[in-house]
């Protein structure tokens, strides 16, 4: 398995200012996924990470909102910016190790309250 | 386009009792499995994975799952389960993004 890292583990935010999760993998990894669970919620993926190019985002997902950063095989940033309320929810951290779909493993999540 | 049902909202089992969580995916090729289990307050811990071979897919903590591609199903099951397995349960599909189900809550009763 890999051992996946994520600072903060939890944050109280303001609305408006912008916050920066780390996600730090024990090995190299080809892809690197952030999701969003809302309370409540399942999981939504955000976008897709690789090293070297830039985060692919799904639908619904922006970079300026959600900028991604993947300076090596190792780690990770999501930011959120501009924060509101509903921003509140659970960002996790995503590693496919094997690059196959074979091993998907999730950190412990960062759960954020926007006030 | 890749999608998962997970039927059942809420669940609540005695302790002791058999337990199946019903999960039901859209895919266009052959699909990569998962179950995850949530806590609370907890991160997503992989129960178990399906991409090929046996279909009677066993994991971890008891579970295990089988995989019937006539019926697009990958329920999970455990014959007996213990207070500690009251959680949330989410199916999920995908190559390397992951579709997750809305979940499944389980309760545990004495």
């Known amino acids: 398995s890999a051992v996946i890292s994520q600072k903060p583990s939890r944050d109280i935010c303001q609305r408006g200012t912008s916050l920066t999760i780390q996600c730090q993998v024990d090995?190299?990894?080809?892809?690197m996924f952030w999701y969003r669970q809302q309370p409540g919620q399942s999981l939504t993926l955000i976008a897709t990470?690789?090293?070297?190019?830039?985060?692919?985002?799904e639908s619904g997902f922006v970079i300026d909102k959600f900028p991604i950063s993947r300076p090596n095989l190792t780690f990770s940033t999501l930011t959120v910016s501009n924060m509101s309320p509903e921003d509140s929810s659970i960002y996790l951290c995503?590693?496919?190790?094997?690059?196959?779909?074979?091993?998907?493993?999730f950190g412990q999540g960062t759960r954020l309250t926007v006030v | 386009a890749q999608s998962v049902t997970q039927p059942d909202i809420h669940i609540t089992v005695s302790e002791g009792a058999s337990l199946e969580l019903r999960c039901n995916y859209s895919?266009?090729?052959?699909?990569?499995l998962f179950w995850y289990v949530q806590s609370p307050g907890q991160g997503l811990q992989l129960l178990l994975k399906?991409?090929?071979?046996?279909?009677l897919v066993q994991g971890i903590k008891g579970f295990e799952a089988e995989f019937k591609r006539s019926q697009s199903s990958f329920n999970l099951r455990k014959p007996s389960v213990h207070w500690s397995d009251a959680a949330e349960y989410f199916c999920?599909?995908?190559?390397?993004?992951?579709?997750f189900g809305a979940g499944t809550t389980v309760t545990v009763r004495a």
């Open positions: 995503s590693v496919d190790r094997a690059g196959l779909g074979t091993e998907a493993f």
């Open positions: 090995s190299q990894v080809t892809m």
């Open positions: 990470a690789n090293q070297g190019s830039e985060a692919t985002y």
């Open positions: 895919y266009g090729a052959t699909p990569y």
């Open positions: 399906y991409f090929s071979g046996d279909t």
């Open positions: 999920a599909v995908g190559a390397d993004k992951l579709s």
